[in-house]
């Protein structure tokens, strides 16, 4: 009985992730310019990572391979950010500008 509310729990909150992501997607057109869309790709990409891989670590139990998991979540949680400033900043040193609207 346990078992299957754990199950239960952690297809639900993978399939969150999923709508959280795909809506997502679609709100990426809403925005014009590119530091908007980055910005809304990156918080979607890693809150939607984050959910889906709590929702693996749920429903496989704690053993070595939620160890696993719990280790490539950490490291995305850190590389992410990074990249995202990475490229952001790229495109801002290389005099990519938002245009101003009349």
Do not use: C
Request: no cysteine; aromatic share 14%.
């Amino acid at each position: 009985m346990m078992a299957q509310l754990l199950e239960w729990t952690a297809n639900f909150i993978i399939i969150i992730g999923l709508i959280f992501m795909t809506l997502g997607v679609f709100g990426i057109y809403r925005f014009n310019d590119y530091f908007s869309r980055i910005l809304v790709s990156a918080k979607v990409d890693t809150v939607g990572f984050i959910t889906i891989m709590l929702g693996l670590i749920i429903k496989h139990g704690f053993d070595f391979f939620t160890g696993k998991l719990i280790l490539v979540l950490a490291l995305y949680v850190v590389t992410n950010p990074i990249a995202t400033h990475a490229i952001t900043r790229s495109a801002h040193l290389s005099g990519y500008r938002i245009k101003k609207e009349r």
